[in-house]
Nanobody, 120 residues
Framework: QVQLVESGGGLVQPGGSLRLSCVAS??????????WGWYRETPGTLRTSVAV???????VYADAVKGRFTISRDSAENALFLQMDNLKTEDTAVYYC????????????WGKGTQVTVSS
């Protein structure tokens, strides 16, 4: 069973930066057909998309993070990254890594999350 493990979360002041990493325990079969993304969740809210790399390589960002966050992927290392700059208090959340096969024929994978807290 493939596991996704996130790291890089922590406490940072407003305006600061963090880089999240997500590493898969092994290669995902047909991973080029997957969409890779970061999601976040706060208590009492639904998990929402932050940034996703679509099939074909196009990156899509939530409006709230455009211009501040950058998603990237290193397929050779089975890794996904999220560079977060100019962090705001409203970015505080648990961030989850996801590998999704659109259409649901193949497994969907989630990490267990990493906490990001933006506070002065």
């Amino acid at each position: 069973q493939v596991q996704l493990v996130e790291s890089g979360g922590g406490l940072v002041q407003p305006g600061g930066s963090l880089r999240l990493s997500c590493v898969a325990s092994e290669s995902i079969p047909a991973d080029h057909l997957y969409e890779w993304g970061w999601y976040r969740e706060t208590p009492g809210t639904l998990r929402t998309s932050v940034a996703v790399i679509r099939r074909g390589g196009r990156s899509v960002y939530a409006d709230a993070v455009k211009g501040r966050f950058t998603i990237s992927r290193d397929s050779a290392e089975n890794a996904l990254f999220l560079q977060m700059d100019n962090l705001k208090t409203e970015d505080t959340a648990v961030y989850y890594c996801n590998a999704d096969y659109p259409g649901g024929v193949l497994p969907n994978y989630w990490g267990k999350g990493t906490q990001v807290t933006v506070s002065s």
